[in-house]
């Protein structure tokens, strides 16, 4: 493979809108292919300050249409189109990042489509009932036209990598299609500069947004059982029915600055991660700060705590179970050291060797399948 800085490269991601996991990814892609730009449904500067650094951020024609910019889930039935509708042809790679719909990019014979899959689109798929639940019945015919368009934009890309085990899994059995695992990057040397203590001790923390798929009821649930402090670091959907619930010794702080999630992190007794996630970063930055998680057995998570040596992790999704779990930890128990140096395993420096390897790797044999 010739020198990446001398390939034309672009990245596509579903939109950009918002702050999270996803974006920190494409940040550190950033770094990897700075001279690559960002195409998207959907750009709204006020709200991704953090895309400023690509040269160029190109929206499809999404960016017009009233309110899209930050609701872009308005226009279910015109993303597919959107993504399909952008011209890559100048290019001769193209990374989508995508838990939904950048897929399903149409590119050109030559230019060769690599995927970063954090979820084959996950109210099509693994969480289906979950969200139909949500919206009216009148709706649920669209799901069935965009699991078909999923199907046929899942065949688009020519390789696929995965963000962990459980996406593998799912992009098997959802698309048919084989991927490498590439762990997401996080930079955990931040979490190990010392803080100082916030006001509150002794406490357990949970961090994450409030709504409706990540189940931070039944945490509120469990330590509404039990007399210990519980810290709530996230905003959402879901906070007021969650305060009106919560006996006084939940605390809501909101969102803060890093500086103040470390010092949260870093003087808990342990982190609550009781839902399935994708991946989650929530329990690598935990361990970053050498924090043990209280963890479901389910989705990255069991990928990412060793049961009983950097976490506990339950089999039960039950607030009964937590409240058990969280009633007779013991954390001193735990190896501080030991539980850094794991999550020293899902790095940056780590995640960008990796993917260049892997990126070059199916690149090249692309190519010569192509010639």
Known sequence: ???????????????????????????????????????????????AEWAKVFPKVIPTFLQRLLFAKSNHELYPWLTPLAFESLNLDQYDAVISVTSADAKGIITKPGTFHFCYCLTPTRYLWSHELLYKKQVPSIYHPMFNYLKYWDQVASHRPDSYA????????????????????????VDVDVYSTPQPPPSIKDFFLYVGRLVFHKQPQV????????????????????????????????????????????????HSKAVIFFHEEDFGLVPVEAHAAGKPVIALNRGGASEIVLHNRTGILLDDDSPNSLAAAVSSFDHTRFDPRFIKSHASKFSQERFKAEFVKVFTAQWSNYRKAYT
Do not use: C
Request: cysteine-free; aromatic content about 10%; glycine content about 4%.
């Open 1 to 47: 493979m010739t020198d990446l800085s001398k390939q034309k490269i672009a990245l596509v991601y579903d939109r950009v809108n918002k702050w999270g996991g996803a974006e920190r990814v494409l940040l550190v892609l950033h770094d990897l292919f700075p001279q690559a730009p960002l195409y998207t449904a959907v750009y709204n500067p006020a709200t």
């Open 162 to 185: 995965a963000i962990s085990k459980t996406v593998q899994s799912r992009i098997s059995t959802y698309y048919h299609q084989t991927s490498s695992l590439i762990y997401p990057p």
């Open 219 to 266: 945490v509120i649930e469990a330590f509404n059982q039990i007399d210990l402090p519980l810290v709530i670091i996230g905003t959402g959907s879901e906070e007021k029915k969650l305060k009106k619930i919560a006996k006084p010794h939940i605390y809501f702080a909101g969102l803060v600055s890093d500086e103040s999630l470390i010092a949260y992190y870093q």
